[in-house]
């Protein structure tokens, strides 16, 4: 791991209500282009994630003198605004479900105050990675962790290099 202020951190974000917002190739791109940003800019090193069709897990590490608030409110907002982008412009039904008349919004894509726990320990540190290996064959997507295409498993299982913003955890 990087020299940081910060520890990793093992972060949820949760679509709105559990839809399936995620279910399409399409979105969990946006999630990667997202993240690719964000360590080129080196305001994070990711070390672990998997996206699902309603949720995604990541284990990321904050750089520099960046916030987690700073640096996960710009991812979500982001991501959400591109997300919601597309469904807009395609007159898509699944816009209406996100439909919320917030004071702050009308359409939300993320549920707020994602969990995000701090990862102190290398053996917390690995027991959430495996967690986040292990979610598509737990939700019957696939039978070994590596088989499925937006997660961080093959990375560490095969030296994969897909994700380019993926960072070895030991270094």
């Not at 991501?79 to 412009?89: D, F, P, V």
């Not at 699944?94 to 701090?118: A, C, F, G, H, I």
């Not at 027991?127 to 070994?144: S, W």
Request: hydrophobic share 35%.
């Amino acid at each position: 791991m990087r020299y940081s202020k910060q520890p990793a951190e093992f972060l949820t974000v949760t679509c709105l209500e559990w839809k399936h917002i995620l279910k399409e190739d399409r979105f969990k791109d946006i999630i990667i282009e997202s993240l690719t940003f964000l360590t080129e800019a080196n305001r994070v090193s990711v070390y672990g994630f998997v996206i699902m069709s309603n949720h995604l897990h990541l284990i990321w590490q904050i750089l520099g003198d960046h916030t987690r608030n700073d640096v996960q409110r710009d991812f979500l907002k982001y991501t959400g605004q591109q997300i919601l982008k597309i469904l807009r412009n395609e007159h898509s039904p699944l816009r209406q479900e996100l439909l919320v008349l917030s004071k702050d919004r009308k359409y939300q894509v993320w549920e707020r105050n994602s969990l995000s726990v701090s990862l102190r320990s290398p053996q917390v540190f690995k027991q959430k990675l495996e967690y986040i290996h292990f979610n598509p064959v737990k939700a019957g997507l696939c039978q070994y962790p590596e088989d499925y295409k937006y997660s961080s498993a093959k990375f560490y299982e095969k030296n994969s290099k897909d994700w380019v913003f993926l960072s070895h955890y030991e270094g």
